[in-house]
């Protein structure tokens, strides 16, 4: 009794704090497709957060191909393992080498660099696990949530014809890179969507990866 009891009440909660959300920002999102509105919902649900529904823009051809790619059980790669732990119900792969023995050697050999040109080539260890990806035939959608260099990284590569990634969730947090790296992708034809500004992070990029499998689950 006590069980059954508590599992409605989780659900009256749940129901009620949508209907909140939806009451928040219904003006916000009134001229978004169904897909697009399901990702703001549920930002703003993970985050307590309103504001991000101002903060969303999404490129018009990212929901497509990322439901494409989710759909053909593509591989998901992810800057940091809490954004990996969080994405859930997928039947593809999620990835995340950012503590790989390989990405930790790309990035011990970089800072070696002595002569001016060498450290230029200096990668923090979220750039060089995108670059480990690339080395090993990654193919699919790449999560940031939170390293502003992995999705300079991953633009890099993907513009040099070296990352075969078909979308890009870009939401890294922080005051320093973040919002700059965000305009960056912006400005390529990569399928994308970002938050502006500082703001972002896991909750952000998991509920955006979420939504969408959920989307695809719910057609199968």
């Given at each position: 009794?006590?069980?059954?009891?508590?599992?409605?009440?989780?659900?009256?909660?749940?129901?009620?704090?949508?209907?909140?959300?939806?009451?928040?920002?219904?003006?916000?999102?009134?001229?978004?497709?169904?897909?697009?509105?399901?990702?703001?919902?549920?930002?703003?649900?993970?985050?307590?957060?309103?504001?991000?529904?101002?903060?969303?823009?999404?490129?018009?051809?990212?929901?497509?191909?990322?439901?494409?790619?989710?759909?053909?059980?593509?591989?998901?790669?992810?800057?940091?393992?809490m954004v990996k732990s969080g994405i859930t119900q997928y039947d593809g792969n999620v990835?995340?080498?950012?503590?790989?023995?390989?990405?930790?050697?790309?990035?011990?050999?970089?800072?070696?660099?002595?002569?001016?040109?060498?450290?230029?080539?200096?990668?923090?260890?979220?750039?060089?696990?995108?670059?480990?990806?690339?080395?090993?035939?990654?193919?699919?959608?790449?999560?940031?949530?939170?390293?502003?260099?992995?999705?300079?990284?991953?633009?890099?590569?993907?513009?040099?014809?070296?990352?075969?990634?078909?979308?890009?969730?870009?939401?890294?947090?922080?005051?320093?890179?973040?919002?700059?790296?965000?305009?960056?992708?912006?400005?390529?034809?990569?399928?994308?969507?970002?938050?502006?500004?500082?703001?972002?992070?896991?909750?952000?990029?998991?509920?955006?990866?979420?939504?969408?499998?959920?989307?695809?689950?719910?057609?199968?």
């Amino acid at each position: 009794m006590f069980m059954g009891a508590s599992t409605k009440q989780g659900h009256e909660i749940a129901t009620k704090s949508r209907e909140i959300v939806q009451s928040l920002i219904k003006d916000k999102v009134k001229n978004l497709s169904s897909q697009e509105k399901d990702i703001v919902e549920r930002i703003v649900h993970s985050t307590a957060d309103p504001e991000y529904a101002d903060l969303i823009a999404i490129s018009s051809n990212f929901i497509k191909a990322i439901l494409k790619s989710l759909k053909a059980k593509e591989d998901i790669l992810t800057d940091i393992n809490m954004v990996k732990s969080g994405i859930t119900q997928y039947d593809g792969n999620v990835e995340c080498f950012i503590k790989n023995k390989e990405t930790i050697a790309i990035t011990k050999e970089a800072t070696k660099a002595t002569t001016t040109k060498e450290k230029e080539k200096k990668i923090t260890r979220a750039a060089a696990a995108i670059q480990y990806a690339a080395d090993n035939d990654f193919e699919g959608i790449i999560a940031i949530g939170n390293a502003p260099t992995a999705l300079y990284k991953a633009i890099e590569l993907k513009e040099k014809g070296e990352l075969n990634v078909k979308a890009i969730v870009g939401v890294p947090v922080g005051f320093v890179g973040a919002a700059n790296s965000k305009e960056a992708l912006q400005k390529t034809d990569i399928p994308n969507i970002i938050t502006k500004g500082p703001k972002g992070g896991t909750p952000v990029a998991v509920a955006i990866v979420n939504s969408l499998i959920q989307t695809i689950n719910n057609k199968d």
